[in-house]
T-cell receptor, first 112, second 113 residues
Framework: GEDVEQSLFLSVREGDSSVINCTYT??????LYWYKQEPGAGLQLLTY?????DMKQDQRLTVLLNKKDKHLSLRIADTQTGDSAIYFC????????????FGRGTSLIVHP | EAQVTQNPRYLITVTGKKLTVTCSQN?????MSWYRQDPGLGLRQIYY???????DKGDVPEGYKVSRKEKRNFPLILESPSPNQTSLYFC????????????FGSGTRLTVV
């Protein structure tokens, strides 16, 4: 079966880097996603990584994938107060069934 | 603008009074899904649909119904709402193939009293 685990909270100081971690159990994952949910809003796709990649960078965001340990991380450089949100990790499995599994979300709190 | 539109955004109702939350997408996506979000439990899938007239249960389908008569619409029906269905509901859609993640609606905050 599949399971996606995330820590529930992360607190960082403005200007520091944030690292949000996620572990998954199913090795047949094809794509792994990070979503951001701001207060009162729906989830917004931030970035994704294909399972044959180790790293993906997009401006302040860096995604690292360690397939051996089934570990995914999202690093946000120069974290701003506007980055305060809940971040969800999700995996999509190969094999034709598009039913992604979401983690419970990590609440990122950015303080001055 | 490509989007998923849910209505209403907020709804307060009484136990047992049937209600429908509508969901519509304008991206010609095959896949649509309903989730509920509760504190500490994350997102839990209620129902999903891989295409027109094809629906299937998610993790928490009890007390809900859906239909997919047209590709763009995927309404969520609560025949007899109960207080334990008080939650934040999200509709989402995606193409079946490719790397695309979900596009989510803005959510419907439902309170059943």
């Amino acid at each position: 079966g599949e399971d996606v685990e995330q820590s529930l909270f992360l607190s960082v100081r403005e200007g520091d880097s944030s690292v949000i971690n996620c572990t998954y159990t199913d090795s047949s994952s094809t794509y792994l996603y990070w979503y951001k949910q701001e207060p009162g809003a729906g989830l917004q796709l931030l970035t994704y990584i294909f399972s044959n990649m180790d790293m993906k960078q997009d401006q302040r965001l860096t995604v690292l994938l360690n397939k051996k340990d089934k570990h995914l991380s999202l690093r946000i450089a120069d974290t701003q107060t506007g980055d305060s949100a809940i971040y969800f990790c999700a995996e999509r499995l190969s094999g034709g069934s598009y039913i992604p599994t979401f983690g419970r979300g990590t609440s990122l709190i950015v303080h001055p | 603008e490509a989007q998923v539109t849910q209505n209403p955004r907020y709804l307060i109702t009484v136990t047992g009074k049937k209600l429908t939350v509508t969901c519509s997408q304008n991206m010609n996506h095959e896949y649509m899904s309903w989730y509920r979000q509760d504190p500490g439990l994350g997102l839990r899938q209620i129902y999903y649909s891989m295409n027109v007239e094809v629906t299937d249960k998610g993790d928490v389908p009890e007390g809900y119904k859906v239909s997919r008569k047209e590709k763009r619409n995927f309404p969520l029906i609560l025949e007899s709402p109960s207080p334990n269905q008080t939650s934040l509901y999200f509709c989402a859609s995606s193409p079946i193939e490719g790397s695309y993640g979900y596009t989510f609606g803005s959510g419907t905050r439902l309170t059943v009293v």
